[in-house]
């Protein structure tokens, strides 16, 4: 028996739809404008709030900028009583805790998403997956603690001294310390915490690779380790370094853990084994305790730098995406 509707029936119906087409064309364009304008006002917001932030921080900074310009970037003596000021021992600290978080911690992060959304069974990855997740939920209070009372100690004991012996023509492994503060702690510590973050987002990335394309490159004869170099990895390259990215800016800003363990030092050197400090961790433990108007603008010159590294390494991953982004999925 034939179920097509009679003619009369379809007519109807479209009789119907042609009738509320109007109200239901009104009501889209009504949603359509809502849409981009509550969209649009947000990313104005987001824009606005930055400025202001910019504006806050140079306004600030502006009798540094007056008095030191660039100098500031290339002396490391900081004594407030003296009004001295210069910022190239923090800066350099920041740079050499983020590498080290980054170098060990990135490597280490990847690896853990393609574990997790390629090789694990489900039930591995059900119990792992939450765990990795759970150091990132660790306050970073607690994590300085652990690295005062527990990392310090064993670095000072065995870590160090096993590096300094080996690689001490390196000016990077000098003497080790006695208190367990130092660059290498605190890049250790920031490595913990970068890990969680950068972990996520690459398994979720590599999770998001569509399942024929590694299937046909399996049937093409590639091994797992191949499918992984040549598809997988090409096709998320642009997401991993924005992962990546956002772990660094997790290093950069990083205050609390950092000046537990790196000592508070403002003098310039490549050791990490000595102490040092970091331009967040110097804002933390000095902007309520200023000495003077100067001071307070150093401290606020030293957030600029920091606003600069944050927007440039941003500008940095924009660029690497939009350069890289469309070699994703070819077999290399």
Same mark, same amino acid.
């Given at each position: 028996?034939?179920?097509?509707?009679p003619?009369?029936?379809?007519?109807l119906?479209?009789?119907?739809?042609?009738?509320?087409?109007?109200?239901?064309?009104?009501?889209?364009?009504?949603?359509?404008?809502?849409?981009?304008?509550?969209?649009?006002?947000?990313?104005?917001?987001?824009?606005?709030?930055?400025?202001?932030?910019?504006k806050?921080?140079?306004?600030?900074?502006?009798?540094?900028?007056?008095?030191?310009?660039?100098?500031?970037?290339?002396h490391?003596?900081?004594?407030?009583?003296?009004?001295?000021?210069?910022?190239?021992?923090?800066? #350099?600290?920041?740079?050499?805790?983020?590498?080290?978080?980054?170098?060990?911690?990135?490597?280490?992060?990847?690896?853990?998403?393609?574990?997790l959304?390629?090789?694990?069974?489900?039930?591995?990855?059900?119990?792992?997956?939450? #765990?990795?997740?759970?150091?990132?939920?660790?306050?970073?209070?607690?994590?300085?603690?652990?690295?005062?009372?527990?990392?310090?100690?064993?670095?000072?004991?065995?870590?160090e001294?096993?590096?300094?012996?080996?690689?001490?023509f390196?000016?990077?492994?000098?003497?080790?310390?006695?208190?367990?503060?130092?660059?290498?702690?605190?890049? #250790?510590?920031?490595?913990?915490?970068?890990i969680?973050?950068?972990?996520?987002?690459?398994?979720?990335?590599?999770?998001?690779?569509p399942?024929?394309?590694?299937d046909?490159?399996?049937?093409?004869?590639?091994?797992r380790w191949?499918?992984?170099?040549?598809?997988?990895?090409?096709?998320?390259?642009?997401?991993?370094?924005?992962?990546? #990215?956002?772990?660094?800016?997790?290093?950069?800003?990083?205050?609390?853990?950092?000046?537990?363990?790196?000592?508070?030092?403002?003098e310039?050197?490549?050791?990490?084994?000595?102490?040092?400090?970091?331009?967040?961790?110097m804002?933390?433990?000095?902007f309520?305790?200023?000495?003077?108007?100067?001071?307070?603008?150093?401290?606020?010159?030293?957030?600029?730098?920091?606003?600069?590294?944050?927007?440039?390494?941003?500008?940095?991953?924009?660029w690497?995406?939009?350069?890289?982004?469309?070699?994703?999925?070819?077999?290399?």
């Amino acid at each position: 028996m034939s179920t097509t509707p009679p003619a009369g029936t379809a007519s109807l119906k479209l009789a119907r739809s042609n009738r509320q087409s109007p109200t239901r064309k009104r009501a889209d364009r009504f949603g359509d404008i809502a849409l981009f304008l509550i969209c649009a006002a947000a990313a104005a917001l987001a824009f606005v709030v930055i400025v202001l932030i910019a504006k806050e921080v140079v306004e600030g900074a502006q009798p540094a900028f007056s008095k030191f310009g660039l100098s500031f970037l290339t002396h490391s003596k900081w004594a407030p009583p003296l009004e001295e000021f210069g910022g190239k021992g923090v800066i #350099l600290g920041t740079l050499i805790t983020s590498a080290i978080a980054l170098l060990i911690g990135a490597p280490v992060a990847i690896s853990i998403g393609i574990f997790l959304a390629l090789l694990a069974p489900v039930s591995v990855r059900n119990v792992i997956s939450p #765990l990795v997740e759970m150091l990132a939920a660790i306050p970073s209070v607690i994590l300085g603690f652990w690295g005062l009372l527990i990392l310090g100690p064993v670095l000072v004991s065995t870590v160090e001294p096993f590096l300094h012996d080996t690689l001490g023509f390196i000016p990077l492994f000098g003497s080790p310390q006695t208190t367990g503060n130092s660059v290498f702690n605190a890049g #250790l510590i920031l490595t913990i915490m970068v890990i969680p973050i950068i972990a996520s987002v690459s398994r979720d990335l590599f999770m998001a690779v569509p399942g024929e394309l590694q299937d046909g490159a399996a049937a093409l004869g590639a091994t797992r380790w191949e499918v992984i170099r040549g598809v997988v990895l090409p096709s998320t390259v642009s997401g991993v370094i924005a992962a990546c #990215l956002l772990g660094l800016g997790r290093a950069l800003g990083e205050a609390i853990a950092v000046s537990q363990v790196i000592g508070a030092g403002t003098e310039a050197h490549l050791s990490l084994f000595k102490t040092g400090g970091t331009m967040a961790s110097m804002i933390a433990l000095q902007f309520n305790s200023a000495v003077n108007a100067l001071h307070t603008a150093s401290l606020y010159y030293l957030a600029a730098l920091l606003l600069v590294i944050g927007v440039a390494s941003n500008l940095l991953a924009s660029w690497i995406g939009s350069r890289f982004g469309d070699a994703g999925g070819v077999m290399r």
